[in-house]
């Protein structure tokens, strides 16, 4: 099996040397033969595949590729200095779903439209219809696709078959009240053994993995951009919070300051049994003590549906740095993304939203979290799981910060509704209002 996914995965890289339509990216990155750009990466699996195959791209176009690595929590930062200051540092930019907002208002990314009319530069065989369509329409703003989708995830449920056999349970849990049941069936404190572990640590993971993870399901929401309206205390976010504050009976002590690593590593250790947490921690889960016992299921759904956490990233153009640096950088992106580089990203490691890859069967039997995240994408995850606004790192911050402090005090009300003035009073102040982008109204462009 092995050696017949690698013959498959070499055919396809090779394969991008040129194609049935006469283009070839040799061809095309002529003109820029010498040109140095530079890529924003993160310190994650998706980037260490992507700079090992970059070798590749060098050797075919002469163009060199310059990565810069950085932690999560430092990229936006990064990125933001090179753009106020027109350092002109990086070439292709990395986004989150949560920034395109800010990059598009200042200017600082091109449009994909933009190299997709110049035939030199665009792959005949690029088929942006391979995309899933709601990682399009996440980088979709004011109408215009702006980045390609790169290192996409989705929330999962994993769990420990073994324990769940231990227990009685036969199945996963398909509602968020299932999952309770069967945590207080799976925990014994005596032994320091937990049904359920949420990854909850002060910044994005309370907001993103935490707090709203328990907004959607309920029929809360963030916001609403057309009222201008902070709905988080509502009566339905209220319950689903509550839900989470009462889950937390069922997880390990400590759980407000764990991050991912450590509730990944409570998992494998078989101190919890159940975990909901990004796909992209498949492979670690698959290689450690419990590969051999590891389950994966959709996240459960709540009273208002299925909402499964909801994160990627995308790579962009930059609009400040000279042309030539522009249109090569261009040719990365796009063999990066392409689909003759789907499978062999996926054989070392990364994670990519192409739907020929992604619902291979071939792919799926060798990286079987794929089937079910994809199905989540299609029918169980919105891409505004988190609000698309100029200011979402602020906004984050209050989320964590009051999130935080409802997990610790249990005070859901009173402590929602001082999560809600200290956003209301903060949107008007920033004006943010004026900068926000609902892409979930796009979808239906790339379904078409």
């Given at each position: 099996?092995?050696?017949r996914?690698?013959?498959i995965g070499?055919?396809?890289?090779?394969?991008?040397?040129?194609n049935?339509y006469?283009?070839s990216?040799?061809?095309a990155a002529?003109?820029?033969?010498?040109e140095?750009?530079?890529?924003?990466g993160?310190e994650?699996?998706?980037?260490?595949?992507a700079q090992?195959?970059?070798?590749?791209?060098?050797?075919?176009?002469?163009?060199h590729?310059?990565?810069?690595?950085y932690?999560y929590?430092?990229?936006?930062k990064?990125?933001?200095?090179n753009?106020?200051s027109?350092?002109?540092?990086y070439?292709?930019?990395l986004?989150?779903v949560?920034?395109p907002?800010?990059?598009?208002?200042?200017?600082?990314?091109?449009?994909?439209?933009?190299?997709?009319d110049?035939?030199?530069?665009?792959?005949p065989?690029?088929?942006?219809?391979?995309f899933?369509?709601?990682w399009?329409a996440?980088?979709t703003v004011n109408g215009?696709?702006?980045?390609?989708?790169?290192d996409?995830?989705?929330?999962?449920?994993?769990y420990?078959?073994?324990?769940f056999?231990?227990?009685?349970?036969?199945?996963?849990?398909?509602?968020?009240?299932e999952?309770k049941?069967?945590?207080?069936?799976l925990?014994?404190?005596?032994?320091?053994?937990?049904?359920?572990?949420?990854?909850?640590?002060?910044?994005?993971?309370?907001?993103?993995?935490s707090f709203?993870?328990?907004?959607?399901?309920w029929?809360?929401?963030?916001?609403n951009?057309s009222?201008?309206k902070?709905?988080?205390?509502?009566q339905k976010?209220?319950?689903?919070?509550?839900?989470?504050?009462?889950?937390?009976?069922y997880?390990?002590?400590?759980?407000v300051s764990?991050d991912?690593a450590q509730v990944?590593q409570?998992?494998?250790?078989?101190?919890v049994?159940m975990i909901?947490?990004?796909s992209?921690?498949?492979?670690?889960?698959?290689?450690?003590?419990?590969?051999?016992?590891?389950?994966i299921?959709?996240e459960?759904?709540g009273p208002?549906?299925a909402?499964?956490?909801f994160g990627?990233?995308?790579y962009?153009?930059?609009?400040?740095v000279?042309v030539k640096r522009?249109?090569?950088?261009?040719l990365?992106?796009?063999?990066?993304?392409s689909?003759?580089m789907?499978?062999?990203?996926?054989?070392d490691?990364?994670?990519?939203a192409r739907?020929?890859a992604d619902?291979?069967?071939?792919?799926?039997?060798k990286?079987?979290?794929?089937?079910?995240?994809t199905?989540t994408?299609?029918?169980a995850t919105v891409p505004n799981?988190?609000?698309?606004?100029?200011c979402y790192?602020?906004f984050?911050?209050?989320?964590?910060d009051?999130?935080t402090k409802?997990?610790?005090?249990?005070?859901v009300?009173?402590?929602?509704n001082?999560m809600?003035?200290t956003l209301?009073?903060y949107?008007k102040a920033?004006?943010?209002?004026?900068?926000?982008?609902?892409?979930?109204?796009?979808?239906?462009r790339?379904e078409?």
């Amino acid at each position: 099996m092995k050696k017949r996914w690698l013959t498959i995965g070499a055919a396809m890289l090779l394969a991008g040397v040129g194609n049935a339509y006469g283009w070839s990216l040799k061809e095309a990155a002529a003109p820029y033969k010498g040109e140095t750009i530079t890529v924003v990466g993160l310190e994650r699996p998706s980037y260490v595949a992507a700079q090992k195959l970059t070798p590749e791209f060098e050797k075919e176009t002469g163009i060199h590729v310059k990565w810069d690595i950085y932690p999560y929590e430092s990229t936006l930062k990064a990125e933001m200095l090179n753009f106020v200051s027109n350092s002109q540092e990086y070439d292709v930019v990395l986004t989150d779903v949560v920034w395109p907002v800010t990059f598009v208002d200042g200017g600082w990314v091109l449009p994909v439209k933009h190299f997709l009319d110049d035939s030199k530069l665009r792959d005949p065989d690029i088929d942006i219809k391979d995309f899933f369509p709601i990682w399009l329409a996440s980088f979709t703003v004011n109408g215009k696709l702006y980045g390609l989708p790169f290192d996409s995830y989705s929330g999962l449920l994993y769990y420990n078959k073994s324990m769940f056999k231990a227990a009685g349970i036969d199945n996963p849990p398909k509602t968020w009240n299932e999952l309770k049941s069967d945590a207080e069936k799976l925990t014994d404190k005596s032994k320091n053994i937990y049904g359920y572990a949420l990854q909850s640590a002060l910044g994005e993971t309370q907001t993103c993995d935490s707090f709203a993870r328990f907004l959607w399901p309920w029929g809360g929401r963030f916001i609403n951009t057309s009222t201008h309206k902070v709905l988080v205390n509502d009566q339905k976010s209220i319950n689903g919070i509550e839900f989470r504050q009462n889950l937390m009976k069922y997880m390990p002590p400590g759980i407000v300051s764990d991050d991912h690593a450590q509730v990944v590593q409570l998992l494998t250790q078989k101190r919890v049994a159940m975990i909901t947490e990004w796909s992209a921690f498949y492979t670690t889960l698959k290689h450690s003590a419990i590969g051999n016992e590891l389950g994966i299921a959709p996240e459960p759904k709540g009273p208002y549906g299925a909402y499964a956490a909801f994160g990627g990233f995308a790579y962009m153009v930059s609009a400040q740095v000279p042309v030539k640096r522009q249109n090569a950088a261009w040719l990365f992106v796009q063999w990066l993304t392409s689909k003759k580089m789907a499978m062999p990203l996926i054989e070392d490691g990364a994670v990519v939203a192409r739907k020929k890859a992604d619902t291979s069967p071939e792919v799926q039997e060798k990286a079987p979290y794929l089937k079910t995240m994809t199905y989540t994408w299609e029918h169980a995850t919105v891409p505004n799981f988190r609000p698309q606004l100029s200011c979402y790192p602020r906004f984050s911050t209050i989320v964590s910060d009051w999130g935080t402090k409802i997990m610790l005090s249990g005070n859901v009300k009173s402590g929602l509704n001082g999560m809600q003035k200290t956003l209301t009073d903060y949107m008007k102040a920033s004006h943010c209002w004026e900068h926000t982008n609902a892409p979930q109204k796009y979808i239906s462009r790339y379904e078409k």
